[in-house]
């Protein structure tokens, strides 16, 4: 059984930072070639990528949307992916989801996801 908790959500000012976390239970991430990403919506607006991390070889994807403000990171001891959000600003409000494939490919969309988290609110005041 697969289970993905996020954690770290909450009520930040424009411009501030937060940092998510997503534990994964039910898998393993050592030696693995799964890949991994974050997702927002935000009401009345589709699901969107984020941030998308292809572990097995390092790469990583970010729209210019949230491009040199959002980090993704995995650390595999713990099985815990995050993401690193610095000069948030308000359209960056939304429900964030953590999200695994498990095929060796880089996750794109939602096509390519396998497991979802629950979603956690983030919400940037101006």
């Known amino acids: 059984q697969v289970q993905l908790a996020e954690s770290g959500g909450g009520l930040v000012q424009a411009g501030d930072s937060l940092s998510l976390s997503c534990v994964a239970s039910g898998l393993t991430f050592s030696f693995s070639t799964y890949g991994m990403a974050w997702f927002r919506q935000a009401p009345g607006k589709e699901r969107e990528l984020v941030a998308s991390l292809m572990w097995s070889i390092g790469r990583t994807y970010y729209p210019d949307s949230v491009k040199g403000r959002f980090t993704i990171s995995r650390d595999n001891a713990k099985n815990t992916v995050y993401l690193q959000m610095t000069s948030l600003k308000p359209e960056d409000t939304a429900v964030y989801y953590c999200?695994?494939?498990?095929?060796?490919?880089?996750?794109?969309?939602?096509?390519?996801?396998?497991?979802w988290g629950q979603g956690i609110q983030v919400t940037v005041s101006s």
């Open positions: 999200a695994v494939g498990r095929r060796a490919i880089a996750i794109v969309g939602p096509a390519q996801v396998d497991y």
